[in-house]
């Protein structure tokens, strides 16, 4: 399994980003797809996943509401649309893909994606 993030940028306080991820190759062994943040000096953290069915999501508490997981069938893709952003949500973010395991654990995924960073200013 191949995955291709993109959609990071630079955007100020209270914008919008929707970051991207495509998925290619042995698809079909996917059981859900995720998207974690790393931010300096930080551990990676669990943002959101999505069944590869698109039947189920997960998220985090902290972020419901202004970050959404959505996946297009048709094209492989999974997005994170993330609204509102603030300042502390500055981070590499990377899609992920796992067979079997918990979603919300970085250690559960077997394939990675190249990352993709998101800077949000003041």
């Known amino acids: 399994v191949q995955l291709q993030a993109s959609g990071g940028g630079l955007v100020q306080a209270g914008e919008s980003l929707r970051l991207s991820c495509a998925a290619s190759?042995?698809?079909?062994?996917?059981?859900?797809m995720g998207w974690f943040r790393q931010a300096p000096g930080k551990e990676r953290q669990f943002v959101a996943a999505?069944?590869?069915?698109?039947?189920?999501?997960f998220d985090v508490d902290s972020m419901k509401g202004r970050f959404t997981i959505s996946k297009d069938k048709a094209k492989n893709t999974v997005y994170l649309q993330m609204n509102s952003l603030k300042v502390e949500d500055t981070a590499v973010y990377f899609c992920?893909?796992?067979?079997?395991?918990?979603?919300?654990?970085?250690?559960?995924?077997?394939?990675w994606g190249q990352g993709t960073l998101v800077t949000v200013s003041s």
């Open positions: 992920a893909a796992l067979k079997s395991g918990t979603v919300v654990s970085a250690s559960s995924y077997e394939y």
């Open positions: 190759g042995r698809t079909f062994s996917i059981y859900a």
């Open positions: 999505i069944t590869w069915s698109g039947s189920n999501t």
